[in-house]
């Protein structure tokens, strides 16, 4: 007896045991990126996959060549910009003279003569320090104008948390930005053309310049690549976007990759320290794959359980069905259990009762899908069938609305008091006349 109830006791703690060690099946595992602050977006909903950190202001390194690379591509895809890509831009002594001994550099020199495209390959693709300064200088007046109206261009971009003192990112400390306002920036850039197909390149040749033979250019994005760092870190499918490091920002990437139709933008920041500057490309690489793997587009809207509404004024029937207008794509968690997961919800809008007529397909409430707080989908809900409306009721309706109102009310009281004054009235009088002609009849037969 004593072993059996040993055994019993044994087993029951290795089952409990057991069970709090059970994972739920939809819990999405946390990739833990090894980096300061990290950002995944989905490019096409602009819905977060994963987030580290991602309002922290940290230093930005060369990613603030971003900001410079929209700035400039504005100017030239303006109908009347005062920019072209062939346009010619001269270097000038003020526009190198905050290079440093240790900035990232194309060579160019004082009197040096580029064209636009070409400078944009040295910043993007080189990380030339000192490409943001000649723009600022030959098109803006100055580099501090540039870096003003870098500035504003972010606030309009609802950037909080980001600000600018240089074109090149060297480190100071009121040269900041977050993986949020930086995603913001990278996702307006991506917008025009030529940004995509400059930071994306694997190599470019500079034609020879008045003063330089040709340039060729490679990029810095392991991703892409392998001149620099070897095959073992390219990835498939990645495009762009811009590296960046210095000792206080350590090494960033900004990267988008896609996959089966998806794109994703990511943003590292702080991913080990300026001399190990490969484990941004490790950690974008794992980010890449967990967005990929964990996350997918589904339905969620289930057409086999529909909501419906009373409907007033008919005889043929109280409520009527309703159906979301479309069934959308969402983006979620391949394995997320939408009847349990507490960060998943489908909020109803639809009124206590409306009244008929209905029409068929007519708008009467919507759907709100939200997960982890943010609203992913507002679905129309529409009638599944129309309803008439009754006369008779709607009649009705009509009349007790109006003895309900409160004048009218009033009023029927009044008048009910009338009448009630004016039967006693009628009794009184009737009265008063019976009595009054008895006297006269008695007073004649004397």
């Known amino acids: 007896m004593k072993i059996r109830r040993f055994l019993s006791v ?17 819990a999405l595992e946390d990739p833990d990126i090894q980096a300061g602050a990290a950002l995944l977006v989905d490019a096409e909903t602009g819905h977060v996959l994963y987030a580290k950190n991602e309002h922290e202001q940290r230093a930005q390194a060369s990613l603030t060549k971003i900001m410079v690379a929209l700035l400039v591509l504005e100017e030239v895809d303006k109908p009347d910009g005062t920019m072209t890509l062939d346009e010619e831009i001269t270097a000038t002594a003020r526009s190198l003279s905050n290079l440093t001994w240790d900035s990232s550099t194309a060579n160019i020199k004082v009197g040096e003569t580029m064209t636009v495209e070409d400078l944009l390959y040295c910043m993007l693709l080189k990380s030339a320090n000192e490409v943001g300064d000649i723009f600022g200088e030959a098109k803006w007046g100055s580099w501090e104008n540039l870096v003003a109206r870098m500035n504003q261009r972010a606030a309009e971009l609802g950037c909080v948390d980001t600000h600018f003192t240089n074109t090149s990112g060297l480190d100071d400390p009121q040269h900041y930005s977050s993986a949020w306002d930086i995603y913001l920036i990278t996702r ?19 034609p020879a310049t008045n003063m330089s033979d040709a340039r060729e250019l490679h990029t810095t994005n392991a991703l892409l690549d392998n001149w620099n760092y070897g095959p073992d870190y390219m990835y498939d499918g990645a495009a762009g976007v811009k590296t960046g490091s210095t000792p206080e920002a350590g090494s960033c990437l900004v ?9 994703v933008i990511s943003v590292v920041l702080g991913a080990g320290e300026t001399w190990n500057d490969l484990m941004r490309f490790s950690e974008t690489t794992r980010l890449f794959d967990w967005g990929f793997d964990n996350w997918d587009y589904q339905t969620v809207l289930k057409e086999d359980q529909p909501v419906s509404v009373n409907v007033e004024l008919s005889k043929e029937t109280n409520s009527v069905f309703l159906y979301p207008e479309k069934n959308p794509l969402l983006l979620l968690p391949r394995d997320l259990d939408t009847e349990n997961d507490p960060d998943f919800s489908c909020v109803y809008d639809i009124p206590d009762s409306v009244d008929a007529p209905v029409k068929a397909g007519q708008k009467l409430g919507t759907v709100t899908i939200y997960y982890r707080g943010e609203e ?31 004048n009218v009310k009033l009023g029927l009281i009044l008048l009910a008091v009338c009448v009630v004054l004016l039967i006693i009235w009628l009794r009184l009088v009737l009265r008063g006349k019976q009595r009054g002609g008895s006297r006269r009849y008695h007073g004649r037969t004397r």
């Open 10 to 26: 044994f087993l029951l703690i290795a089952v409990l045991i057991g069970l709090m060690g059970v994972v739920p099946a939809n």
């Open 188 to 206: 307006e850039a991506m917008t025009h053309p030529t940004f995509m197909t400059v930071c994306s390149s694997k190599s470019h040749t500079v």
């Open 255 to 263: 990267s988008t990759a896609r996959r089966d139709d998806r794109t």
């Open 376 to 406: 992913y989908a507002k679905v129309p809900l529409l009638a599944a069938a129309g309803v008439p409306m009754s006369r008779f009721l709607e009649a009705r309706r009509m009349v007790e609305q109006y003895v309900s109102h409160s």
